[in-house]
């Protein structure tokens, strides 16, 4: 069974900076992508960064101040975020998708994001 774990989420000022880990499990393939999603109350859930075996996207909202990278080996995932704005206050989700063998999307539990100015 695949299990994302996210850690790291917090509870910080604004302009203060976190950064959020997924580490993942029981998965014998590599992931296709990973990224972060995050919810706001009231809100949908929205993509904010994604990275594939040679790429990175950003939402505009995040871009210049949120960095993500991975650790392919161990398919663990980060995200650096710097300059946080009241507006980043969120649960934070890590995603990893998978397309060989089969196709399978995976969620993690999300971690919570609090940013106060």
């Known amino acids: 069974q695949v299990q994302l774990e996210e850690s790291g989420g917090g509870s910080v000022q604004a302009g203060e900076s976190l950064r959020l880990s997924c580490v993942t499990s029981g998965s014998k393939y590599s992931f296709d992508a990973m990224g972060w999603y995050r919810q706001a109350p009231g809100k949908q859930r929205e993509l904010v960064a994604t990275?594939?075996?040679?790429?990175?996207f950003y939402a505009d909202s995040v871009k210049g101040r949120f960095t993500i990278s991975r650790r392919n080996p161990t398919n663990t995932v980060y995200l650096q975020m710097n300059s946080l704005e009241p507006d980043d206050t969120a649960v934070y989700y890590c995603?990893?998708?998978?397309?060989?063998?089969?196709?399978?999307?995976?969620w993690g539990q999300g971690t919570q994001v609090t940013v106060s100015s």
């Open positions: 990275i594939t075996r040679g790429s990175t």
């Open positions: 995603n990893a998708e998978q397309r060989i063998p089969f196709n399978a999307d995976y």
